[in-house]
């Protein structure tokens, strides 16, 4: 894993077309405070404006990847109308508000990971933990509800039984349940994490980068919309030929040589 470079909350950094994304308050348990919220948010926005980026990376520096909310800063903040954690520039990591992140994300997810760790793995794509890593939704332990998108998402991806089982008790499970019920898409020994979910990630952002966000915004409609989803299939197809990178992929497919996509 990476060593952080700054004391800023959220270290930013870039792996060719791989945004790279840690987590680095690791005194608190990368416990998230209003500044590691807006950090990692314009962490997001930077993933989304620039167009040499093609897929993030979330991991965390030190032996926990969060402890959820750091309730002491965060309840001052809370107004009227909620909790506001995006500032200007930036793009909620949550996807609970604004508008539809385009580009994937990956998860690399060791020690603890409570409630909103949860909440950013089910806002994302893909993630990997380290066998010892402990998942908890505790909120109602708290005396609040999860509301960084676990009661929508969780049940989309374990089943209704399955989170309800997490979210109603707020009891800890490990990573071999968080495999089961869909919630990490692999298992992989302590240390090992970080590697792994780099090594997805690159591989995401090898591939072309308009065909990458055009498949992930139709599964992303098919979950609310399947006729919707399926009504786009064909005109997605018929853009997507269209495009330069379809000549590079028809190019390396008959010289049998990888291709090297640009994104138009």
């Not at 049940?155 to 979210?167: C, K, L, V």
């Amino acid at each position: 894993m990476i060593a952080p470079r700054s004391t800023r909350r959220v270290t930013v950094e870039r792996d060719g077309h791989v945004l790279l994304m840690g987590l680095n308050r690791p005194e608190k348990r990368n416990a998230a405070d209003m500044q590691l919220l807006h950090e990692l948010s314009l962490a997001y926005g930077e993933l989304e404006r620039d167009a040499e980026l093609r897929v993030g990376l979330v991991f965390a520096h030190g032996d926990h990847f969060t402890a959820g909310l750091d309730l002491a800063d965060i309840t001052a903040h809370v107004g009227g109308e909620g909790l506001n954690i995006v500032p200007q520039g930036g793009s909620d990591p949550w996807q609970v508000s604004g508008s539809a992140r385009t580009k994937p994300v990956v998860i690399a997810v060791q020690g603890t990971c409570l409630t909103l760790g949860i909440e950013l793995i089910l806002a994302s794509d893909l993630s990997v933990a380290a066998e010892s890593a402990r998942f908890g939704q505790l909120e109602v332990a708290r005396a609040i509800l999860p509301f960084g998108g676990a009661t929508i998402r969780f049940p989309q991806t374990s089943g209704w039984g399955n989170a309800m089982r997490w979210i109603l008790t707020g009891d800890l499970f490990d990573a071999t349940e968080a495999h089961r019920i869909g919630l990490v898409q692999e298992v992989v020994p302590d240390g090992q994490q970080f590697d792994r979910a780099l090594e997805l990630a690159q591989r995401i952002g090898a591939q072309a980068p308009l065909a990458v966000q055009a498949a992930l915004a139709n599964a992303r409609l098919a979950l609310r919309d399947p006729a919707g989803a399926a009504a786009q299939l064909q005109p997605a197809l018929v853009r997507l030929l269209g495009s330069e990178d379809a000549r590079i992929g028809m190019e390396a497919f008959l010289s049998r040589k990888p291709a090297e996509f640009v994104g138009r």
